[in-house]
């Protein structure tokens, strides 16, 4: 087998598009082919399958890719290793990121970090908490930024934000200086498959009631301001999360205040490669010179 081999098979597992992988590696998609059924005869396994949705390890592929993934972030190291010795010239850093996150704050880190080391490849995924603790745990990406990491990661804090209700334009609720879980339970609620999932949840429960009426669910955060400019109902998402625009809603904080904590989240702060750890620096130093000016805070 061959590292042009190897990373073939992991490019498959990311994308699933066998014309998606050949453009981004610079090859033919029949040399996608043969690579992978080239590793699968040598193997005497097949690695690949289908479904609607294009290529999916198999068993036996997801067992083969627990290696293969170590051995190219190996390979990187290496490489890393001997780039840091002039000056931490080339290298590569995979970011898993809240949405919220990745539009508020990563921007600023990462043009940061790119001025400082112009080499380094710098790649963001957004996803859920879960998608994101996924990822960790696969190796797919070197950190995370999240709010509920688990038992096994290492984190350190990054930032906070609150709560905040997200009402349309004329809601006799968007006047108040503050308004409550039990105030929302009674209109429609938009709920978002955000971060912000169980600690919302966990405030309707801790008032004793329930989520509105014709509760409506919304993946990203365009279409849940959508859908509450448009009347649907009202949503209770973190500050970071608020659009920028808010010509026809209305921005109230949550009483009692709820915070929610950001964290930056890995497996392990040790055996970091170069590129990883300077760009921990980098996160580190960003949030020692920035505190969320929360609508309301005292």
């Known amino acids: 087998m061959t590292i042009a081999q190897l990373k073939i098979l992991a490019a498959l597992e990311e994308s699933g598009n066998f014309t998606e992988v050949a453009e981004r590696l610079g090859i033919t998609q029949s040399a996608v082919?043969?690579?992978?059924?080239?590793?699968?005869?040598?193997?005497?396994?097949?690695?690949?399958?289908?479904?609607?949705?294009?290529?999916?390890?198999?068993?036996?592929?997801?067992?083969?890719?627990?290696?293969?993934?170590?051995?190219?972030?190996?390979?990187?190291?290496?490489?890393?290793?001997?780039?840091?010795?002039?000056?931490?010239?080339?290298?590569?850093?995979?970011?898993?990121?809240?949405?919220?996150?990745?539009?508020?704050?990563?921007?600023?880190?990462?043009?940061?970090?790119?001025?400082?080391?112009?080499?380094?490849?710098?790649?963001?995924?957004?996803?859920?908490?879960?998608?994101?603790?996924?990822?960790?745990?696969?190796?797919?990406?070197?950190?995370?930024?999240?709010?509920?990491?688990?038992?096994?990661?290492?984190?350190?804090?990054?930032?906070?934000?609150?709560?905040?209700?997200?009402?349309?334009?004329?809601?006799?609720?968007?006047?108040?200086?503050?308004?409550?879980?039990?105030?929302?339970?009674?209109?429609?609620?938009?709920?978002?498959?955000?971060?912000?999932?169980?600690?919302?949840?966990?405030?309707f429960s801790e008032a004793g009631v329930f989520p509105g009426p014709k509760m409506i669910e919304a993946r990203s955060l365009e279409t849940l301001g959508a859908l509450v400019r448009a009347g649907a109902g009202s949503a209770v998402i973190a500050e970071l999360a608020v659009p920028s625009d808010r010509a026809g809603i209305r921005v109230v904080p949550i009483e009692p205040r709820r915070m929610r904590e950001i964290v930056l989240s890995m497996l392990s702060f040790e055996g970091l490669s170069p590129s990883v750890e300077a760009f921990v620096e980098e996160v580190r130093a960003w949030s020692s010179q920035h505190e969320l000016k929360s609508e309301g805070k005292k």
């Open 33 to 203: 082919s043969h690579s992978r059924s080239g590793l699968e005869s040598e193997l005497g396994v097949t690695l690949i399958g289908r479904d609607r949705k294009g290529g999916v390890p198999t068993e036996a592929g997801k067992r083969v890719l627990l290696h293969v993934r170590e051995i190219l972030s190996r390979l990187d190291l290496i490489r890393e290793e001997v780039s840091a010795l002039g000056g931490l010239r080339i290298g590569k850093v995979r970011i898993g990121s809240l949405q919220s996150v990745a539009l508020r704050i990563l921007p600023e880190i990462v043009v940061r970090f790119r001025q400082k080391y112009p080499g380094i490849e710098v790649s963001v995924f957004e996803g859920s908490d879960q998608e994101i603790l996924d990822w960790i745990r696969a190796g797919t990406i070197d950190l995370g930024v999240l709010t509920a990491p688990a038992e096994e990661m290492k984190t350190f804090p990054l930032i906070q934000d609150r709560l905040m209700a997200v009402l349309p334009e004329g809601h006799p609720l968007g006047e108040k200086s503050g308004v409550t879980f039990q105030e929302l339970s009674e209109w429609p609620l938009i709920r978002s498959f955000g971060t912000c999932g169980t600690l919302v949840a966990s405030g």
